[in-house]
């Protein structure tokens, strides 16, 4: 009897998820799972779904129908803070930071309310350090050390990113959502970004929606493509890239997209 290694343990799982927006069905009878500690990509073209998908994750949005189960437990009727309690995370495609706050406040708010301390992490001298410790921890992970004083709205943008999946981390998620970590970095600060992502810890589990390939490539270890709100493929980013269905729905895409130019 040949034995099979262990498969880690499903942490979230889409059954038969569907959204409609009038006759438009955004999502079409998605299930999906993604494993303990997995890097798993959500890829697609233009209008597949991917964002809607994300919000009915997260619970931005209600589905029309199927069922969402985070550890075990079905969430699909739960509040986006429900969600985020439990160690559902998301980072957003456009940068939702504080610009009038530093890197340093902006960790230290997330980390004292993760703590348990709500807002008054200067009050007991243990818990402060303990918040400090961790912030410190964060901003050394994330390169910001070096800009920590500085209010955000001065920061270069791939910095604010960086902030921003620093602050998702800060809430200690099971499940980290990035929404396209990427978007809109310019070509030279891109690098940090994607290192950065690529170091992230091997106990969160992440979903990467993203449109840079390259980053896809080098980050996941499965992919899911959708098309038209449903599931075309799922497997390793080797049998994704061969795939005759796959390379044709991004040819189409790109053929499209250059006609419209
Ligand atoms: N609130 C809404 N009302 C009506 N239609 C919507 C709504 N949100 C999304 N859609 C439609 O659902 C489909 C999927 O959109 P969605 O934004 O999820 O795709 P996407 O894969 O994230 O696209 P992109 O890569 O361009 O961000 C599209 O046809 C879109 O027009």
Redesign the pocket.
Known sequence: MTQTAAQPPTVLATRGLG?R??G????CDVTLELKKGARHALI????????????LLTGV?APSEGTIVLDGQDITRLAPHQRVRRGMVRTF?INQLFDSLTPQETLALAVAQQQGLGGQWWRPLGARRAVMQRCEQLLEQFQLTSVMAQETRVLAYGKRRLLEIALALACAPRVLLLD?PVAGVPAGEREELLQTVAALPADVSVLL?E?DMDLVFRFASRMTV?VN?AVLTEGDPDSIARDPRVQAVYLGAAEQESAHA
């Open positions: 959204k927006f009038g438009i069905s955004a999502t697609g073209p233009n209008g597949a779904g991917k964002t809607t998908l994300i919000n949005l495609q396209e929606i449109h959708l709100g």
